[in-house]
């Protein structure tokens, strides 16, 4: 579906995090969508966020921008732990939501929004961006075509260099982690290879360092029905960044080197008996294609893959690899959305 031949959606934004212009004002430029509102904890980096991108008007709060009648969908790109929270607060206002991922703190957290959801009649989405980029749709074609055989084992590394000390990322109370953060990226592309592999994986052994309570690393051994096995790395304390996805099968193997980041690296890499050869599938942002695909649901296409009941089902299996790893959950932040923001 032609996302330029369809009413813009308007949309409204909670906050001025440093993604949100990455994730939503670069491609609410591509595809034509308005932002409508923005609301920050300060007003004046609301007000730099909305000159800057054309934002139609800075309100006082959240709680203005879910009030607002003109926004039809709210972006949450608020740090982990408010997830939950506003997006059940936006849902109470009658507006789907784009949330970044982690969906919540934890799955039980995840399951409220998803069943407030259903009884809204809204639609909310969790913003496993990777999915939408012909980078991970080629290889999940590449799976499908039987080229490479059968499913043996997937490897997904998603590792960056240390965030600062005062990250939110480092604090367990806003849910912090490697895995909230970075390996929940690998988990989702490990359930994607359900449809090869016999079913949902589970996790096996799961490994993790501390640091002030959150894992700064964490590596997860995963299984599949089929037998296949996967292996999630992630890491907040790496000396490089690495984004990469590797699949095996029993006829070869595709590697995506930029599989999180394909705007950054666009490259396919393919080995089978025949020989090897290097696809790119084009720098165009993940952001652009999971905005596109969002507007053609919410005006009458297919439904998106990363619906709320996805989201549950990855947050249960992030809370079974932190258990395994003799970490908790992360706890649900106690908060009742109001009107100076959060």
């Known amino acids: 579906m032609r996302t330029d031949r369809l009413e813009p959606l308007r949309i409204g934004v909670l906050g001025a995090a440093r993604i949100a212009e990455r994730a939503m004002a670069v491609p609410a430029r591509a595809t034509g969508s308005r932002l409508v509102a923005i609301a920050a904890r300060d007003r004046a980096r609301a007000e730099d966020f909305g000159r800057a991108h054309g934002v139609e008007r800075v309100l006082p709060s959240y709680a203005d921008v879910l009030a607002d009648p003109e926004v039809e969908v709210v972006y949450n790109p608020l740090p982990n732990a408010l997830h939950g929270p506003w997006n059940l607060a936006a849902v109470a206002a009658g507006k789907h939501v784009l949330s970044e991922k982690p969906f919540a703190s934890n799955a039980a957290e995840a399951a409220e929004v998803r069943d407030a959801a259903r009884r809204a009649g809204v639609t909310v989405t969790e913003g496993f961006h990777h999915l939408y980029h012909p980078v991970v749709r080629r290889v999940l074609d590449l799976v499908d075509s039987g080229e490479l055989g059968d499913v043996v084992h997937a490897e997904a590394t998603i590792a960056m260099l240390p965030p600062d000390d005062g990250d939110p990322r480092w604090s367990l109370e806003l849910a912090g982690g490697a895995l909230m953060d ?32 959150v894992d700064e690393w964490l590596d997860a051994e995963l299984r599949f029905p089929s037998g296949a096995t996967a292996t999630v790395r992630c890491s907040m304390v790496h000396p490089a960044r690495d984004m990469s996805l590797r699949i095996v099968g029993s006829e070869g193997e595709v590697t995506a080197p930029g599989f999180v980041e394909p705007d950054r690296d666009d490259r396919v890499l393919v080995r089978t ?20 695909a969002l507007t053609a649901a919410l005006r ?20 079974q690899c932190y258990r395994l790893a003799g970490l908790p959950p992360r706890p649900r932040l106690r908060i009742e959305p109001h009107r100076a923001g959060a």
């Open 300 to 319: 009458g296409g297919p439904s998106v893959p990363t619906d709320a009941a996805d989201a549950v089902a990855t947050m249960a299996l992030v809370d």
């Open 273 to 292: 008996a025949a020989g090897t050869r290097t696809e790119h599938l084009g720098t165009r942002t993940s952001y652009t294609y999971q905005l596109e």
């Open 182 to 213: 970075l390996g929940c990226y690998g988990l989702h592309v490990a359930r994607t290879l359900a449809p090869w592999t016999g079913g949902e994986p589970e996790p096996v052994t799961v490994r993790a360092g501390e640091r002030a309570g």
